[in-house]
């Protein structure tokens, strides 16, 4: 008898337990059907009549010591003032550090338990699509998007919303980001230069040069062997940046792949007309022995790939040369000048190709996504939230919280936002036009506040972009911007760009199923090359697995996706 | 009738056990029909399409598979044989130890490290090995030359083995002592008189004594061998040594968590359940013939 109840007893539960499933399902389907109509008439900055509040997967930096006050990544000046500007409160579905958040965002998607709203990648948007988790966005963004984010997604003619608009819906706000995040400069320390005596280096074999003396020549004057010459990629960065990733990789090697004319990780055009990927090319194979090379020389940092964050080494005065975008001063470099303030990082367009051309390759504008789950019932509170940012972005002060504790932010910016800055920024110092002159230009959200700033943070002469000719201690916030834009973008600005772009800059369907093991052994087998633990023909072997493991598929459908 | 009643309560007290055995063992068995299905999590597993058997297919053409399989139970059995051998030496050194205090004072500081989880004993390890770490600095006042420790695919084995192995001997050793009390003096005293050396004690007495135990725990451990130990080696490893510390789990886990590649993970873990069925049965099979130890 006993037995008997102790059977039925767990017949019924796993019927439970199935049915639950079951009935989870069942709810999302219906979900499906419900239209969404605005209860009130759509007005993009409008704050709720009743607080809305809004659960967010955000990233938060463990190391980004800025917030002040005893305020939180929950309770800043960007989430107060979206309280109190569209009385939304924002809560955390879950928060992760930036090396850890795609992690938790794909968790977030394979457990079917989303946040409200989150920010995601390309390939994460197309699996919520696909996995019909999402929201579809239209008419959120038709109705409440505010003029300026649209003038800006339209800018770029087209790209943003196509790379969103899945069978004519929208299921994503696009971002917009400036130009200038694509192109990774060489950053150096110029005081170790001019301590030893060398000039910025030009060619491949001078950046060698360079290294060595950074390696062996005691730059830092402290008497031990602890410099390095080129920083390499951390645990969270690539080697290079790729045609899905193409924007913001830090540390990486790219400077060296564009000089030589490898585009690894890019949709190039072969000689025959038709898509090749970059990474199966001789002149990556080049690139690849030029960096084996550079490491089994001791020039390149010899932790590469096992170090948890490049950037320290930056901030404690160790590393002498790194590849990265223009807003670094964002990144380690506020921390390295706090620390040493005679850390003169200063930006090259180098090094060149053997024609003496700068040849970088270039980013798409939109890399990142909002996404609404589905069942939320304000998806527009999302797009109210960007709206606000962007209208406002000007007002808050990055020194006592950064822009990354904004709830879901997203960067709009023109796409030559940061050259325009630069050079309104000469223009203002030149004195040949003021500050005035530029307050009219309200999609440049942050030109008005950069001009009217300028003076407090750089010293003259206003030429010389030295750190010594600079004050950081007078408004750091605005010290980290100014110095984006003037050491920063600066090269972008002066030197002529022979840019390369990628076919391509998103997923087709077989790489949903291939890619993650195509790039597993690319990443794998370049990182081997480099460190010396495998020989340089695995390069070969490589093409060839590339190849018969779904590479030659979808090249296949690369080239179609062009051809339309 | 009174055994009867008797016997109710120890089924009541059963009863967790096997809601949970239900609950996280069984139910989720559900969840294989993932490696069949074209799965999506927005759609379930009720609404996603089947594929039948491609997923294998995939599976058996990548070069992963076999290399993961083989580093899971490389590793594992490594494990298995250090943590029998260390703990059992380890164990009889310290029962040679006549003075308690500092037998008991051992004995303590050796199992520490096992109440430490992976998370904090991995950055230990990362910074011990690092390049600029103690280890290195030591080796370079020998002249030779800073290795990349946890850089290295060949070396990696050798660092989970080691570290894990340092890691639990102290916490396992409890087990042979406790064995080694179990022994009856009066066989000590009688081959003493016998005129055995210590040495001698130790062949004839004490491993006799223990033998049971020791066997016991090497065939029991044999149903572990495809568990390498996730904690450990997510902790440690990186791209470098993908190709000799990738294991089962820590693979399932990138591919179907990070990667979203949900079929192909559930179809490898579902092999290494398979796998890991017959080696349970086994090793049922020979607890029984060797020790005659058995459940039902």
């Known amino acids: 008898m006993l037995k008997k109840i102790l059977f039925l007893l767990l017949f019924v539960m796993l019927l439970v337990a199935c049915s639950n499933e079951d009935a989870s399902t069942d709810e999302t389907d219906d979900k499906d059907t419900t239209s969404e109509t605005p209860s009130e008439p759509a007005d993009p900055f409008g704050a709720y009549e009743e607080t809305v509040t809004i659960a967010i997967g955000q990233e938060v930096d463990p190391s980004d010591t ?64 696909e996995a019909d988790q999402i929201a579809d966005l239209t008419e959120v963004y038709e109705n409440y998007a505010s003029p300026a984010i649209k003038e800006i997604i339209d800018s770029s003619s087209g790209v943003a919303l196509e790379n969103v608009t899945f069978d004519g819906k929208i299921m994503a706000i696009p971002n917009s980001q400036a130009s200038a995040d694509g192109v990774h400069n060489l950053w150096i320390r110029k005081d170790w230069l001019d301590k030893l005596g060398l000039e910025p280096p030009k060619t491949l074999d001078d950046l060698k040069e360079v290294a060595r003396a950074f390696v062996e020549e005691d730059p830092d004057g402290n008497g031990q062997d602890d410099t390095i010459g080129l920083a390499g990629p951390d645990t969270s960065n690539k080697l290079y940046a790729n045609f899905l990733e193409s924007t913001n990789n830090l540390y990486g090697f790219d400077g060296i792949f564009s000089a ?18 970059g990474s199966t090319l001789p002149e990556t194979k080049e690139a690849l022995s030029f960096l084996r090379n550079m490491y089994s020389e001791g020039l390149i940092d010899p932790e590469i790939g096992v170090r948890e964050d490049s950037g320290e080494s930056v901030i404690s005065g160790n590393t002498g040369m790194f590849f990265g975008p223009f807003w670094m001063p964002y990144g380690p470099l506020t921390d390295a000048v706090k620390n040493n303030p005679d850390a003169n990082w200063q930006s ?126 007078a408004n750091l916030g605005q010290w980290t911007r100014a110095y984006s834009a003037l050491v920063g973008t600066a090269p972008l600005v002066d030197t002529e760009i022979n840019g390369v772009k990628s076919l391509i800059y998103s997923q087709t369907k077989t790489m949903e199923d291939r890619w993650v093991n195509l790039k597993k052994i690319e990443d794998e087998t370049f990182l081997k090359i480099i460190m010396g633990t495998e020989s340089l023909d695995a390069f070969d072997q490589f093409v060839e697995d590339w190849n018969s493991q779904g590479g030659e598929q979808i090249t296949e459908e690369v080239a179609d996706v062009v051809a339309k | ?48 399409e089947f594929v039948g058997l491609e997923t294998f297919r995939y599976m058996f053409q990548l070069n992963d598979t076999m290399n993961v399989f083989f580093n899971t139970i490389y590793i594992a059995i490594m494990k298995i044989v250090g943590n029998l051998i260390v703990p059992l030496v380890f164990a009889l050194m310290l029962n040679e130890v006549r003075y308690m205090g500092l037998k008991r004072s051992i004995q303590t500081i050796v199992y520490l490290p096992h109440f430490l989880s992976w998370v904090i004993l991995g950055g230990v390890l990362l910074d011990i090995f690092a390049y600029g770490g103690p280890i290195n600095q030591l080796l370079g006042m020998f002249g030779i030359d800073p290795i990349l420790f946890f850089g290295r695919a060949d070396l990696f084995p050798f660092l989970v083995v080691g570290s894990d192995v340092w890691k639990e001997f102290g916490f396992n050793t409890i087990i042979y002592l406790a064995a080694l009390t179990g022994i009856n003096p009066a066989l000590y005293e009688a081959a003493s008189i016998d005129g055995a050396s210590r040495l001698r004690l130790l062949w004839h007495v004490t491993l006799p004594g223990i033998r049971t135990t020791a066997v016991l725990l090497a065939v029991l451990s044999l149903g572990n061998v495809l568990n390498a130990g996730f904690d450990q080696i997510f902790n440690l490893y990186n791209p470098l040594v993908y190709s000799s510390g990738d294991i089962i789990d820590t693979w399932v886990y990138r591919a179907g968590l990070l990667n979203l590649q949900y079929e192909l993970a559930t179809a490898v873990g579902l092999l290494k359940s398979v796998a890991g069925f017959m080696l349970i049965s086994l090793s049922y099979y020979l607890a029984y013939r060797f020790t005659n130890y058995r459940i039902f």
């Open chain 1, 66 to 129: 800025s917030l002040q006050d005893g305020d939180t990544p929950l309770d800043n000046q960007y989430t107060r003032h979206v309280k109190e500007n569209l009385n939304i409160v924002v809560q955390h579905a879950f928060t992760a550090s930036p090396s850890n958040y795609d992690q938790k965002v794909s968790l977030a998607i394979a457990s079917n338990d989303l946040p409200d709203a989150m920010v995601v990648g390309p390939v994460e948007l197309r699996q919520l699509v």
């Open chain 1, 348 to 473: 090259y367009a180098l090094p060149l190709d053997a024609n003496g051309e700068y040849t970088p390759h270039l980013s798409t504008t939109t890399t990142q996504f909002v996404v609404v789950r589905k069942d939320y019932e304000h998806p527009e509170a999302a797009m109210k939230i960007l709206n606000n940012l962007l209208a406002n972005e000007s007002e808050f002060d990055p020194s006592i919280g950064g822009p990354g504790f904004y709830p879901l932010r997203l960067v709009y910016a023109p796409a030559d936002e940061m050259e325009v800055t630069t050079v309104a920024l000469r223009e203002v110092l030149a004195g040949t036009k003021e500050p005035e002159d530029f307050y009219d230009m309200p999609a440049y959200k942050l030109l008005k506040s950069d001009v009217d700033h300028i003076h407090e943070v750089k010293l003259e002469p206003y030429d010389n972009t030295d750190i010594e000719y600079w004050d950081p201690q």
């Open chain 1, 260 to 277: 030589l004319h490898a585009y690894p990780g890019y949709w190039l055009e072969g000689e025959d007309g038709k898509p090749v990927y």
């Open chain 2, 1 to 48: 009738m009174r055994t009867k009643g008797f016997a109710k309560h120890y089924y009541l007290m059963l009863l967790p056990g096997f809601v949970w055995l239900i609950l996280f063992s069984l139910v989720p068995m559900f969840g294989i029909v993932i490696a069949f299905q074209n799965y999506n999590p927005g759609l379930g597993v009720f609404g996603s």
